[in-house]
């Protein structure tokens, strides 16, 4: 679902589309267009080939809903980061990487001056907890196998 009208996001938001399972982020610049950390329509998911482009907010949405990101302290006003992100457009191809150069790391560092991934800290926060979870049913388990085998 798009805005009903283009002026409805400040220029040099943080916005992102919500996809089934993340989230994609860009930078609004004004007039209907985005730029964001993407391969090219047909190769999303080949990340050798991602690069900073522009696209219509349409094409970037691809028709999912699209969101503004809120903002925090420190953020850079609108026309500057607008222009942090149109000075990057064709550059960065190769350089995508999942967890540590993607989307929200692109657009953060255009809003912000510093690259982040909330949803990188949230899925490793949750690794970690899976992780931890493993390691505790594992030393239970062991404790009860153990405590067992000295009843024999």
């Not at 267009?33 to 080939?49: L, S, Y």
């Not at 900073?52 to 026309?79: H, N, R």
Request: include cysteine; charged fraction near 25%.
């Amino acid at each position: 679902m798009l805005p009903s009208t283009f002026l409805q996001i400040p220029l040099g938001s943080v916005i992102y589309a919500k996809r089934t399972l993340y989230r994609h982020y860009g930078v609004y610049v004004g007039d209907g267009r985005v730029v964001h950390f993407a391969a090219k329509k047909g190769f999303e998911t080949d990340a050798e080939n991602a690069f900073i482009q522009m696209t219509t907010l349409e094409e970037f949405a691809k028709g999912d809903e699209i969101e503004v990101e809120g903002e925090s302290e420190g953020a850079l006003g609108g026309k500057e980061t607008a222009e942090r992100a149109m000075a990057c457009v064709g550059e960065g191809k190769g350089e995508y990487n999942l967890v540590f150069n993607n989307c929200e790391h692109f657009a953060n560092w255009c809003k912000y001056g510093e690259k982040s991934s909330s949803q990188v800290r949230t899925a490793v926060a949750a690794t970690a907890v899976a992780v931890g979870v493993g390691a505790i049913i594992t030393a239970v388990a062991s404790a009860l196998a153990s405590d067992k085998s000295d009843r024999d």
